[in-house]
Structures are given as structure tokens and as C-alpha cells.
């Protein structure tokens, strides 16, 4: 599966450089990956199943989606 996504600040702002990072609650697997500089993330190629999101950068708070199931 595919998981993508945009990082934003508070004002709407997309915030380049942060870590994603997409953890598989069911396997334990982690993948990471970073925002380009208009905050776009690209996991290309995930197994199915429940994952924990968290997305942070330096100098902002980190935020964290629960509960994200890819399917096919």
C-alpha cells in the first residue's frame, strides 16, 4: 500500500524537512521518511494493516495519527 501525506504548521504553512515516520502496530516494523520542501511525504510501498503516524521536525511539536489502516 501507499501512504501519503502533507505536513503543515498551525497557519496551513508546509513544513519541509520533517521526519514521518509510520510505524505497523500489528508487526512492530518501522519506516521513516522526510517531507520534501512542500511538505509532501511518500511511503511507496507499505504491507497492509494498522499503523501509528507521527511526523516531526525540530522546533515544532510532534504529532501523532493512531489507527491509520491501509488496505488494498
Known amino acids: 500500500a501507499v501512504l501519503t501525506g502533507t505536513v503543515t504548521d ?24 522526510a517531507t520534501n520542501d512542500a511538505g509532501v511525504y511518500v511511503f511507496p510501498s507499505l504491507s497492509t494493516g494498522q ?17 491509520v489502516t491501509l488496505e488494498v
Open 10 to 33: 498551525p497557519s496551513g504553512a508546509a513544513v519541509p524537512a520533517a521526519r514521518v515516520i509510520a510505524t505497523n502496530t500489528q508487526t512492530g516494523i518501522v519506516s521513516r521518511t
Open 51 to 67: 499503523y501509528k503516524v507521527t511526523a516531526e521536525r525540530e522546533g515544532f511539536k510532534s504529532t501523532n495519527y493512531d489507527n
